[in-house]
């Protein structure tokens, strides 16, 4: 077993695509989405008719965070059509006669609404009994994306790439025979599993703790719990991970068909790891969310950062996904008689 | 540790590919399995060491039921392919099979020093296997199924793809084995490696058409060929068919 974890951590550290995908890739995926995610400094463009709105209104526009500008009679006949000549114009915004509020979008987006809250903002100004006063038991309303949702992305990343890296190993060594090879010598079909948890369990701790650091140190992501919670949920994410790949490679003989798979094994994943709001989910799809191991994980995660939870808030979790882990060993081990009867 | 098989079939997928073989190899003995390619040499050998299971019949490594544990630790398997670890170096390939044997470090090691020095890829030893040749391959993969010392040695087509100069080392090395007192089953499809064996089982279509002492085998022939054995056997079941 130890050589068998021991060879896995040599054979791995040979293969520079191995740990570049590692170590290197969900730091670089991570960055990415920091950018993509993060606060956004997005100004707003609204139009309005400056003859039909009352005055007082058209400053408190100006004075919110919005680039107004102002679109002749004719266009208002149109403002449809106006908007889809002018792409860089996020919001018509007109009241009419009988005082009621019109405003007319390009399309559902977060443009859209960052010019519907500004305008909201000048409206109540006007009218303080209209004014709406937010805020949040947990999190800021200022938070961007990236802050709110960062914790989705540090399950998803602990378990995706460990993953995909054990399962393809696994097949690999189907389908090159080694495994065969292996099965012909005295080791136990339970030591085989064991040997690659253990082998791709030192890399995951390795990952866990990089992932952290440069999440929360770098790129200044915020966790009112202790994140050593979080490394040892991501920890235990990326060993279910290595089950999950082995149980992978039992139903595939090339690697190209555990790409094949990803639609049945990475997707799901992805939409249940909190991504999606799981009590939105129609018909108690949500429910479903018990079968993934990835949804244990996040949940740790987020009970840990955003709600600052500790073991006795997050331990039915990691059990979780301890059972997990010990539901696949014994499943592959028997998968494993397919190449030896003993 | 005498081998004994008994009536074995075996089909996959509803094609029988070993037709109800029965034949006795004795210890301390080379024996061949030689039969064109697709004849079912793999299948056997599989069958032999435990890694699929027959159908029907049964096989025994000195009077002990397969596939079984222990025995594992007597048995040394060198497959088709090469089935080595391609990110490892030679000598960490080594290691780890010899590991799992559970050999002492000492041992171990001694024994790494030894077969790399058997094989002549001593100067090759910290070479990852992906930047190996073929041949290399096929001598670090006999390496790597002797380094235990197991008491019965299965070579499926130890020599193929492997220059002529080099397949003479080769056989002188199983020779060697053998005297160390180790029963060899090497398959292979050349025709003339027959000559370096004691014993020679023909396989045809699944079947075993003969199985005798090189010698008296050879003498059944008039060209001193065994390629005939196989002409007659597919004459007869030309008419069969
Ligand atoms: N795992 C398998 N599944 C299906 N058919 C197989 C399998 N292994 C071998 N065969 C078939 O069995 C026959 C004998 O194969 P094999 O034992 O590899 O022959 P040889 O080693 O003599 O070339 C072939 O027709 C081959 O296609
Ligand atoms: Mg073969």
């Known amino acids: 077993m130890i050589h068998l974890a021991k060879r896995v951590i040599l054979q791995t550290l040979n293969d520079k695509r191995s740990v570049m995908m590692i170590f290197i890739a969900p730091l670089f995926a991570l960055t990415l989405i920091y950018f993509l995610l993060g606060d956004s400094d997005y100004t707003a463009t609204v139009g309005i008719n400056k003859n039909a709105m009352p005055a007082p209104l058209v400053t408190e526009l100006k004075a919110q965070d919005l680039k107004v500008i102002y679109v002749s009679n004719d266009d208002f006949q149109h403002p449809k059509q106006y908007l889809k000549d002018h792409l860089d114009v996020d919001a018509i915004f007109t009241i009419s006669e009988n005082a009621s509020v019109n405003i007319i979008m390009y399309e559902p987006s977060k443009k859209s609404a960052k010019a519907l809250s500004e305008i909201q903002k000048a409206l109540s100004s006007l009218n303080p009994s209209a004014k709406i006063n937010m805020s949040y038991v947990y999190g800021a309303q200022d938070n961007s994306t990236f802050e709110s949702l960062g914790y989705v992305f540090l399950g998803l990343f602990a378990f995706l790439l460990v993953f995909i890296i054990s399962g393809m190993a696994l097949v690999r060594e189907r389908s090159g025979g080694t495994l065969e090879r292996l099965m012909m010598t005295p080791i136990k079909r339970g030591e085989v599993i064991l040997g690659y948890t253990l082998g791709y369990g030192v890399f995951a701790i390795i990952q866990a703790i990089l992932i952290v650091f440069y999440s929360f140190y770098v790129l200044n992501l915020h966790s009112i719990g202790n994140i050593g919670w979080i490394v040892v949920a991501m920890v235990l994410l990326a060993i279910t991970a290595v089950s999950f790949g082995a149980m992978i490679s039992v139903f595939s003989t090339s690697e190209l068909q555990v790409v094949q798979l990803i639609p049945f094994t990475i997707i799901p994943q992805v939409f249940f790891s909190g991504l999606i709001p799981l009590d939105l989910i129609p018909y108690h799809l949500g429910n479903l969310c018990y079968l993934m191991p990835v949804f244990y994980g996040v949940e740790a995660i987020k009970r840990v950062m955003v709600y600052g939870g500790g073991f006795l808030q997050i331990w039915g979790y990691l059990f979780g996904l301890i059972g997990y882990t010990f539901i696949l060993y014994i499943l592959n081990t028997l998968a494993l008689k397919k190449f030896r009867k003993l | ?241």
């Not at chain 2, 020095?117 to 001593?122: G, N």
Request: proline fraction near 3%; charge should be positive.
């Open chain 2, 1 to 241: 540790m005498d081998i004994k098989i008994s009536n074995v079939s075996k089909s996959f997928e509803k094609k029988e590919v070993i037709k109800d073989i029965t034949f006795t190899i004795p210890s301390g003995e080379i024996c061949c399995l030689l039969g064109p390619s697709g004849s079912g040499k793999t299948t056997l050998i599989r069958l032999m060491i435990g890694a699929i299971a027959a159908d029907t019949g049964h096989i025994q490594l000195a009077n002990i039921k397969m596939p079984n544990l222990k025995m594992l630790k007597k048995i040394g398997y060198m497959p088709q392919n090469d089935a080595l670890y391609d990110d490892l170096s030679a000598e960490s390939n080594l290691r780890f099979f010899g590991g799992l044997y559970q050999l002492s470090k000492s041992k171990l090691e001694q024994r790494v020093k030894e077969v790399l020095e058997l094989v002549d890829l001593t100067e090759h030893r910290k070479k990852l296997i992906r930047n190996f040749s073929g041949g290399m391959k096929k001598r670090l993969s006999l390496a790597a199924s002797i380094l235990h010392q197991p008491d019965v040695l299965f070579l499926d087509e130890p020599t193929v793809g492997i220059d002529p100069v080099l397949r003479r080392t080769i056989w002188d090395q199983f020779q060697e084995i053998k005297k160390s007192g180790t029963t060899i089953i090497v398959s292979t499809h050349v025709m003339d490696e027959v000559t370096e064996c004691d014993k020679a089982a023909l396989i045809y279509n699944g079947s075993l058409i003969e199985y005798d002492s090189v010698e008296k085998l050879l003498k059944k022939t008039n060209t001193g060929r065994v390629e005939e054995l196989f002409l007659m056997a597919s004459s007869r079941g030309g008419v069969v068919k």
